[in-house]
């Protein structure tokens, strides 16, 4: 799986291409930015607090041992 590097000129390209194909303005462009990178955001965030909650859980003993 190859993975491209995202430059200005991509993100001005396709926010050009939602402008045109979807009839948005600056703003609406900007908005649809902010909701997908906060939806990244919170998928992110559920992620860490799951792998911490099981980190804790599965080193309870350590943490234990160091608590004294």
Do not use: C, P, W
């Not at 993975?3 to 649809?32: F, H, K, W």
């Amino acid at each position: 799986m190859g993975s491209r590097v995202i430059t200005n000129e991509m993100v001005q390209q396709v926010a050009e291409e939602l402008r045109v194909r979807y009839a948005l303005d600056a703003d609406g462009v900007r908005e649809l930015g902010e909701k997908l990178a906060d939806s990244d955001r919170r998928e992110r965030r559920a992620e860490n607090e799951a792998f911490a909650a099981s980190f804790v859980t599965e080193h309870q003993a350590t943490f234990d041992r160091l608590a004294r």
